[in-house]
């Protein structure tokens, strides 16, 4: 998994001169994956930060449904910086992906999008871990359990 794959993707709008802005998003459609989690950050103090881990497997989707925040990611070689400030685009989040949420603008809501329940064991939570796993991944290396005798 690069930072490539990690992007911005715009959703539909539906103005209303009167009425205001509806936007939606469809699992699979605007999203490559199926939604089985809906989670949302609030009250974040001012300088606060979230995040600070990465996921094995677990794909998201994160707006800003209020306010703004940055995200910051990082593939183990490279960061990239994605400030979000509307609820009509979102930023994609593949696996693997050491993630920051910073710069929390007062009152903002984070909506993330997940493809999975809460699971812990999905989690690296220790950046030199997530490193090593990288570094680990890109070598080939398998784990010995892979290994056959012979
Ligand atoms: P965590 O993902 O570590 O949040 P952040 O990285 O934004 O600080 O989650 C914080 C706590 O909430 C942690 O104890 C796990 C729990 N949690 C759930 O129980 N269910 C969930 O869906 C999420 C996202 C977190």
Redesign the pocket.
Known sequence: MVIQECRIINLPKISDATKGNLSFVESRKHIPFDIA?V?Y?YDVPGGEE????AHKTLEQFIIAMSGSFDVVLDDGYQKKRFHLNRAYYGLYVCPMMWRK?ENFSSGSVCL?L?SD??K?SD?I?DYKTFLEAVRKRDSGETDSSDKKDG
């Open positions: 989690r989670y950050l979230r995040g600070e881990h949420l993330v997940a329940f809460y812990e989690y939570r």
